[in-house]
């Protein structure tokens, strides 16, 4: 069964400066996890990806990973 | 018709925003908090009421970024990256942006709308995918307070059971 991460941990706003939670859901080469994979509602995957990108043009994050 | 006339003055709207930045790494240590009063103070300014904040911390830029500075190009892989949440009026925002723009010292900032609570989670995992809990209904799920306010007294998740966990998660 898929869950929700998100929902099942309550949580609300996914902040881009998390980013330990935020690399959970990105692949190798740094890119983003398809929903099908994680399980993730369309909503969360929304708030999800806005956090990657916020993070990525912060230096947080790569935007692309060898 | 009437034009109705708004005269509750009380209910100005204001908004919970953050700040992240990034300072330049040629700013040592001890120069640190001095330069970190004078950017609080700038946007203090404004008229913001400040809630939280987290000093800056050195950390290695997943790539290389550059600004311009004095017309010349300086490249960076090292930064301070720091942030600020405050309370602010939303038509503040602009002059906001263009202090922190015109501060030689960020090499980029980003302001984001964000909510009062802390938004930072500890990373908790639900335990009953892994256990094969098929049932759809989260039964043991070790969740935060309200509003993803971590507890002090919950013990931070090794790396390792983060790592299982999520995998678990992935598997379709």
Do not use: C
């Amino acid at each position: 069964m898929k869950q929700d991460y998100f929902a099942a941990n309550n949580i609300k706003y996914v902040d881009y400066k998390d980013v330990e939670l935020l690399k959970k859901f990105l692949n190798q080469n740094a890119r983003m996890i398809a929903r099908k994979r994680t399980g993730v509602s369309a909503k969360s995957q929304r708030s999800l990806s806005e956090a990657v990108k916020r993070a990525r043009f912060m230096g947080l994050l790569p935007f692309v990973a060898k | 018709m009437e034009p109705v006339e708004n005269t509750n003055e009380d209910a100005k709207t204001t908004r919970i925003y953050e700040v992240g930045f990034l300072f330049v790494p040629t700013i040592t240590e001890e120069a640190l908090a001095t330069d970190v009063g004078a950017l609080k103070d700038s946007i203090g300014k404004h008229g913001v009421a400040f809630i939280s904040e987290e000093f800056p911390k050195a950390i290695e830029l997943a790539y290389t970024m550059d600004r311009t500075i004095d017309h010349k190009r300086q490249k960076y892989d090292r930064a301070y990256f720091g942030w600020v949440k405050f309370e602010a009026d939303p038509e503040m925002l602009e002059s906001i942006k263009k202090t922190l723009e015109a501060n030689d010292k960020i090499i980029r900032f980003l302001i984001v709308k964000t909510v009062r609570e802390n938004t930072l989670s500890r990373h908790t995992f639900s335990r009953h995918n892994a256990n094969g809990n098929t049932d759809g209904k989260p039964k043991t799920v070790i969740s935060n307070d309200e509003g993803n306010t971590p507890s002090a007294e919950a013990a931070p998740a090794t790396e390792a059971e983060i790592d299982k966990q999520i995998e678990a998660l992935v598997v379709e």
